[in-house]
């Protein structure tokens, strides 16, 4: 079965801690899981993202949807990372 891995995007604020350490975190998973390659984005470049996440980041978007708000979850991230 091949499955499309999609975009990955993470948005980002300079000078964020939690944002580096969600992007270790995930770069952690990268190197057990086929994760597409990661974007990044810092929030403040871009009206529509601050409007919609300015006060939530870090976000990680899977083709433009949210599946991790703040705090990455390697569980779930494996889930739907998951190739069968």
Same mark, same amino acid.
Request: with cysteine; charged share 25%.
């Given at each position: /079965? &091949?499955?499309?891995?999609?975009? %990955? /995007?993470?948005?980002?604020?300079? +000078?964020? +801690? @939690?944002? =580096?350490?969600?992007?270790? =975190?995930?770069?952690?998973?990268?190197? &057990? @899981?086929?994760?597409?390659p990661l974007?990044?984005?810092?929030? #403040?470049?871009?009206? =529509? /993202? @601050?409007?919609?996440? +300015?006060?939530? *980041?870090?976000? %990680?978007?899977?083709d +433009?949807?949210? *599946?991790?708000?703040?705090?990455? #979850?390697?569980?779930? *991230?494996e889930? @739907?990372f998951?190739?069968r």
């Open positions: /079965m &091949t499955v499309n891995p999609g975009r %990955l /995007m993470l948005l980002t604020r300079e +000078g964020c +801690g @939690l944002c =580096e350490e969600f992007a270790d =975190e995930l770069a952690q998973l990268g190197g &057990t @899981l086929a994760l597409p974007e990044t984005l810092d929030v #403040d470049s871009d009206p =529509e /993202m @601050l409007r919609r996440y +300015g006060h939530k *980041i870090p976000v %990680l978007l899977w +433009g949807a949210p *599946i991790a708000v703040t705090r990455l #979850d390697p569980g779930e *991230i889930r @739907l998951h190739v």
